[in-house]
């Protein structure tokens, strides 16, 4: 429904920090709740933080709480992922998804229609 294209991956040391930006087409990105999944080789595709279209509020799994901070700048149809403190466990491919607003749950990968390409995050120690 929306294409998404993700940059700003790649290698850094445990410590470091990257910011991740997904660009999405089309005309109602407001209307989109946003979210960054992660998935390690062999693991399933774990829920990393959401925000809903306003960008008033956002959610954010445990293990990235405090590290993690997600958010949107709707003029340029754009979500972001600052990655603080990195560890090596954060090493996985990150995904950016998209969903219709109200319809299903922020944390669950089946509820989203869109997704990018994922973008390679290794993190070194």
């Known amino acids: 429904q929306v294409q998404l294209v993700e940059s700003g991956g790649g290698l850094v040391q445990a410590g470091g920090s990257l910011r991740l930006s997904c660009a999405a087409s089309g005309r109602t990105f407001s209307t989109y709740t946003m979210a960054w999944f992660r998935q390690a080789p062999g693991k399933e595709r774990d829920f990393v933080a959401a925000?809903?279209?306003?960008?008033?509020?956002?959610y954010s799994a445990d293990s990235v709480k405090g590290r993690f901070t997600i958010s949107r700048d709707n003029a340029k149809n754009t979500v972001y992922l600052q990655m603080n403190s990195l560890k090596p466990e954060d090493t996985a491919v990150y995904y950016c998804?998209?969903?219709?607003?109200?319809?299903?749950?922020?944390?669950?990968?089946?509820?989203?229609?869109?997704w990018g390409q994922g973008t390679q995050v290794t993190v070194s120690s």
């Open positions: 998804a998209a969903k219709k607003a109200g319809i299903g749950l922020y944390y669950s990968p089946g509820s989203f229609d869109s």
């Open positions: 925000i809903p279209g306003s960008g008033r509020s956002t």
